[in-house]
């Protein structure tokens, strides 16, 4: 079966999941302090690694196999709520969209674009030469790139012959309930043996996700049982729906009301300065981006954040107060509002 995501993120996930029976360690980073700004103990630091070792010990215990092969997954990281599309499969258009996004990480971000490009070229070979004979599983959700990806899809489909396709798609719950339930672990004493029986989960969350490249690698085998066949009639409406979309190559597309729509590059910027407008006159980038993307959950990237604040200062509505490090993205300043 041919898998087909729309996120770098989301194709890195599927792949640690794919095939694998068990919790297998990796690296853990601990960062933080306590409330009066003291640093963790080296126990302590150990202590929260371990915790989230036990955690992931138990999800991968109870996890639902998910039966995929690495080779069999295809990445569509094209970006396709912005910018031109009209035009076919994957061209200079979509290559100057998703350049300009990338353009905020001065040190690597034309090289990841056209690395991107490259494997997506390929992979629509792969998917055209092979979705008329292998089932096709798509990853969709809420998230205008993967919603654009879920129409885009359906349009390179269309001239194989709809009719005999088996395609499924799987679509991000609104809501999933995760364990996070603290794990119990010896006292700092005794950090350095294994830990004893972890207790019995007796808490969770309800976590909403913008798409799946949030999904953490042992949930995709149990999401995979809410995948859908699609009937001919449904890809051809969102083939139609990609034609529509194209022929009104708006500069946005968004997800509004549940339905994918284009829209003016300027429909956030309301949503930008009231974060900007809750700092103080001088401020940090950075800090507005990662509060735009964490309080709303548009499903848009810090790119399309950091290129609208780019407009604000062209107009004289910001000024930059410090430059960016050399080779880090260019929202890593201090910024002053100019009188907005």
Not at 227 to 256: F, H, I, T
Not at 311 to 332: A, D, K, M, T
Request: glycine share 10%; net charge negative; proline share 7%.
């Amino acid at each position: 079966m041919l898998e087909v995501v729309f996120s770098e993120s989301a194709a890195g996930s599927m792949a640690v999941a794919s095939g694998r029976k068990g919790y297998v360690a990796g690296a853990v980073g601990v960062i933080g302090c306590h409330e009066d700004g003291s640093a963790f103990t080296e126990a302590e630091t150990e202590g929260y690694r371990r915790q989230f070792a036990e955690r992931e010990r138990r999800a991968w215990a109870d996890a639902v196999p998910f039966e995929s092969r690495r080779k069999d997954i295809l990445c569509f990281s094209l970006a396709l709520s912005v910018g031109s599309i009209d035009e076919e499969g994957v061209g200079p258009g979509r290559e100057a969209a998703l350049a300009r996004l990338m353009s905020v990480y001065p040190a690597e971000g034309q090289r990841a674009a056209s690395e991107m490009l490259e494997q997506a070229r390929q992979n629509l070979d792969a998917l055209l030469a092979r979705a008329a004979e292998e089932p096709v599983r798509v990853w969709a959700s809420q998230n205008p790139d993967e919603r654009c990806g879920l129409c885009w899809l359906a349009a390179q489909l269309e001239p194989l012959g709809l009719g005999a396709m088996r395609v499924t798609v799987v679509e991000l719950p609104e809501f999933l309930r995760v364990d996070w339930a603290p794990v119990e672990l010896p006292g700092p004493a005794a950090l350095a043996g294994e830990p004893g029986p972890a207790p019995q989960p007796d808490g969770s969350v309800v976590a909403s996700l913008t798409g799946w490249g949030e999904v953490e690698p042992h949930l995709f085998g149990r999401l995979a049982a809410l995948g859908r066949p699609v009937p001919a009639g449904e890809l051809r409406a969102l083939a139609m729906q990609w034609r529509l979309l194209k022929e009104e190559n708006a500069p946005l597309r968004a997800v509004l009301n549940g339905r994918l729509t284009s829209v003016p590059e300027d429909l956030y910027d309301s949503l930008f300065w009231q974060e900007i407008r809750g700092q103080k006159e001088e401020f940090q980038e950075a800090a507005v981006i990662g509060r735009v993307l964490g309080r709303y959950r548009l499903g848009i990237g810090d790119g399309w954040v950091a290129l609208r604040i780019e407009g604000f200062i062209r107009q004289g509505l910001l000024e930059p107060l410090s430059e960016p490090v050399p080779g880090s993205p260019c929202y890593r300043r201090i910024l002053r509002r100019c009188g907005r």
